[in-house]
């Protein structure tokens, strides 16, 4: 299967915002930018799939993105930093995917899905002479993705779990010789249960079940820490038909 694109991203409110506020996380001051431009992305894709029998699938895939004028979240260096929005000239995505989905056993059913992308930008040249890095992947994007869904379902009881993983990623652009600031990857790890009683269905959630500590880092410095914290969640509902 082969497939191309074109599609764009057009810049936020807040990244047009030509005002100062303060971000929520971090409690940074943020400024937007009313000169940004859209961002004009063409994809193209190939993927091979093979369909074994029933929910099984076998997988691989290969893409490719190219940007032109990017938005990325920059941080400008100094006594009070703040951080604004900027297009970067153009920035490029090649990867490879692979997907599988077997019945183990019988109710059990797996999904596993790994992306590798190597990213490079392309900076204008009055931007050369402010960033700190001058070849970098773009901001964001992470080199390493998995993703892991085990389901198992019998006699009315259903249960999912969800494994997710993401490698370190730029989360801030340097600028002025300070180091860009790297979100550090971590696993997340969700469950969903469900129970069917009659005409009664209860469902209970639990969300970030392993708590994975965000952790973003500057040069060898640790940037800023937190955890979100667990969500757990119940429901029951009704089926009146």
Known sequence: ???????????????????????????RAVRGNPDLERAKIQNADARWELFPGGRAVLAASAFFKYSDQPIERVVIAGAQPIVTFQ???SARNFGIELEASHEVVKGLFVNANYTWVDSKITLLAAQRTVQTSLERPLAGQSKNLFNVM???AARGFSTRVLVNYFGDRISDVGSNQAPDILEQGRT?????????????NIRATVDNLTDAKWRFTQGSESQREFKLGRTFGLSVGLNVF
């Open 188 to 200: 997340t790890l969700d469950m969903v249960m469900g129970q069917k009683i009659g005409r009664f």
């Open 150 to 152: 085990a389901e198992f």
């Open 1 to 27: 299967r082969l497939s191309y694109s074109a599609t764009v991203n057009r810049p936020e409110f807040r990244e047009l915002a030509p005002f100062e506020f303060t971000d929520v996380v971090g409690s």
């Open 87 to 89: 297009n970067a000239d």
